[in-house]
């Protein structure tokens, strides 16, 4: 009988403390595993579609609100601005591209975002059937929003799913883009007049100056009450637009990622964010609940070792003769030793085995819940064996004094008292 | 030839001397009954010479080996080479079946063995059964089988029988007789009871 087979038959024959221990384990790796899970899902998330922008232009406010609105589209806007004093900045010296954004409407929860196809080819997003829009009220669904090619739709008013219809004026689907695992999957993208032009926005012929705007436009969907009076005139739809929503910026250099920011907000109505600024304040704040699950993962995993310990240690009184028998039948103390670290290990494999099952299906049925985060895949890396090796490591440690004790006693007194 | 020896062996427990052997050997195959009541030391005499003690004074010698130039894991290799044992509560580990238990002895258990002592100990059929359900006669032939099963050079056996009436006494006795005859074994018995007396050759009687 190997030594392994032994260790496993004495788990057996106390299955309850076996099974409490393997069960405490397994809840501590799970909720490990789903953090890490998670954790890693939203940095990749926010790597992913932050990727390439610079700088964030729109109204001023809260400029995580201007970040999180414009690039990850998880806020409302700060309002909007006037495209003249947007354009200002779209030539600037330093800045290599700018993508304007014009929201405001949605279908069923998925944004309809007038911008131009740069948009598109920013996060690398080709049409799969059909092709990018032409004409206004033309759109391109995201692989995501389960429209299909010439499906027509209404856009509902705001940003949430329940806003009212545009029911006037229908957008055709002229093409469905392939998956690419951003952001751009849960959008909907049109021209930026065809959004403005539902909301009454004035559009003016290329390149005409607009001198007499308003100094802040605000953004007309932030309060889905308001009374709607929309004044179309589709009839000859005009290039330029009077307003957008914000202007995604990638600049010529780092240096500008600090001076150019500084400028807007100083020399103009417009406010400039850094995303990656916002967002590692952002993470600051999401990195503590973050941490907070982590710290109930460890004691959790904490609370299995102890049960681990408690179940091999208190075990050893009852066993004790058990332990002396083999110690007269020639097992050495080394082999005694290595068979209770054994126990522990084995306690701790079959936890630590059970929570990445639960983990794994845990992460499986939860994410779909979730789908802004964008993790329906799993992500092994790293992190999954040090957690391994972790918990490992703490099995091992409650089995050690156990398994001292055992090796160090006296088998010939123990014999004799039992 | 002499299997075990000890030699000016004195050990005591909570003060007080409880074993003075001056001189004690067993040939190999040979038969020794140690004989004497409760707490004259007869237990403490099979750990002495099962390595599971270590003599105060004196020593004790394997085909010529002393136990007191060995290390601890060394003197556990030699027990489990050369020593087989039954003890007074039998100590089968409840859980295991009857048949780990029996290999338990063994690094390399040789099955056929295992299989021809227990047939021949009468518990084949219960080679399968949890040591926790086999009736006292059961577990004590299973703890000898066990004893035997390394094949070993000596079998000891602490009160075999303290428990049993005249005829099962009898019949353990010659159990173990007959065991370790057939497998060449020398067998030491600590007993308190006088029944077994005549079965056995060499007595040595413990005073208290």
């Not at chain 1, 020639?330 to 082999?335: A, L, Q």
């Not at chain 2, 002495?48 to 080996?65: F, I, K, P, T, Y």
């Not at chain 2, 007074?88 to 338990?104: A, P, R, T, Y």
Request: hydrophobic share 45%; proline share 4%; net charge negative.
């Amino acid at each position: 009988m190997s030594d392994l087979s032994l260790a496993l038959h004495a788990l057996l024959s106390r299955k309850i403390v076996s099974l409490l221990s393997v069960l405490l384990t397994a809840f501590g790796v799970m909720m490990a595993l789903v953090v890490l899970q998670f954790a890693a899902a939203a940095q990749q998330r926010i790597d992913r579609d932050g990727k390439g922008v610079d700088i964030v232009i729109g109204a001023k406010g809260s400029p995580l609100q201007l970040v999180l609105s414009a690039l990850y589209h998880a806020d409302i806007p700060t309002g909007n601005i006037p495209y003249t004093e947007a354009e200002k900045w779209m030539h600037h010296p330093q800045v290599k591209q700018a993508i304007p954004l014009a929201l405001g409407d949605n279908w069923k929860g998925f944004r309809i975002v007038g911008t131009t196809a740069d948009y598109a080819a920013h996060y690398g997003a080709k049409p799969a059937q059909g092709q990018l829009w032409e004409a206004e009220f033309e759109a391109v669904a995201g692989a995501g929003t389960g429209l299909a090619l010439g499906q027509t739709f209404s856009g509902a008013h705001g940003l949430g799913a329940d806003g009212h219809s545009h029911d006037h004026q229908l957008y055709k689907v002229v093409g469905v883009l392939g998956p690419t695992g951003s952001v751009i999957d849960r959008l909907i993208l049109t021209s930026v007049n065809s959004v403005l032009a539902l909301h009454g926005q004035e559009t003016t012929p290329a390149h005409e100056e607009h001198g007499d705007h308003d100094d802040h436009h605000h953004h007309h969907h932030d309060d889905d009450d308001h009374d709607h009076e929309h004044h179309h005139d589709h009839s000859e739809p005009a290039k330029q637009p009077a307003e957008i929503t914000a202007l995604l910026v990638k600049t010529r250099s780092p240096l500008a990622n600090i001076n150019l920011p500084r400028s807007i907000n100083r020399d103009s109505m417009l406010q400039a964010a850094n995303p990656a600024l916002e967002m590692t304040r952002l993470s600051a704040v999401f990195g503590l609940g973050t941490r907070s699950m982590g710290y109930i993962s460890a004691f959790l995993i904490g609370m299995a070792a102890l049960s681990i310990f408690a179940g091999i240690a208190g075990s050893l009184d009852s066993r004790s003769g058990d332990l002396a028998v083999l110690r007269a039948l020639g097992y050495g103390r080394h082999r005694l030793f290595g068979l209770l670290l054994m126990e522990g290990l084995a306690l701790t494999a079959g936890g630590l085995a059970l929570g990445f099952v639960m983990g794994v299906a845990g992460f499986v049925l939860l994410a779909p819940a979730i789908p802004a985060l964008g993790a329906q895949a799993l992500q092994p890396d790293i992190h999954w064996l040090w957690l391994a090796l972790t918990v490992l490591v703490a099995g091992l440690a409650a089995s050690l004094l156990p398994a001292l004790r055992a090796a160090r006693a006296d088998p010939a007194q123990l014999l004799s008292q039992r | 030839m002499t299997a075990l020896e000890l030699t000016d062996i004195r050990h005591s427990a909570g003060g007080r001397e409880i074993l003075r052997i001056p001189a004690l050997s067993v040939a190999a195959g040979g038969r020794l009954l140690l004989l004497g009541p409760s707490g004259c030391g007869k237990t403490t005499l099979l750990n002495l010479m099962a390595g599971l003690l270590r003599a105060e004074q004196g020593h004790v010698s394997l085909n010529g080996q002393a136990y007191d130039t060995l290390s601890g894991r060394a003197l556990d290799a030699l027990r489990r080479k050369y020593f087989g044992i039954v003890f007074q509560k039998l100590h089968l580990i409840g859980h295991l079946s009857v048949e780990q238990n029996i290999c338990l002895a063994a690094d390399h258990p040789d099955k056929t063995y295992m299989h021809s002592l227990t047939d021949r100990l009468g518990i084949a059929d219960k080679r399968r059964s949890a040591a926790r359900n086999l009736s006292h006669g059961e577990a004590q032939r299973a703890a000898i089988a066990r004893a035997l099963m390394n094949r070993p050079a000596i079998v000891l056996a602490d009160e075999p029988t303290s428990a049993l009436d005249d005829a099962q006494a009898d019949n353990v006795s010659r159990l173990l007789l007959d065991e370790t005859q057939t497998a060449g074994a020398a067998l030491i018995v600590a007993t308190h009871d006088a029944r077994i007396k005549p079965l056995f050759d060499t007595v040595l009687e413990l005073a208290p």
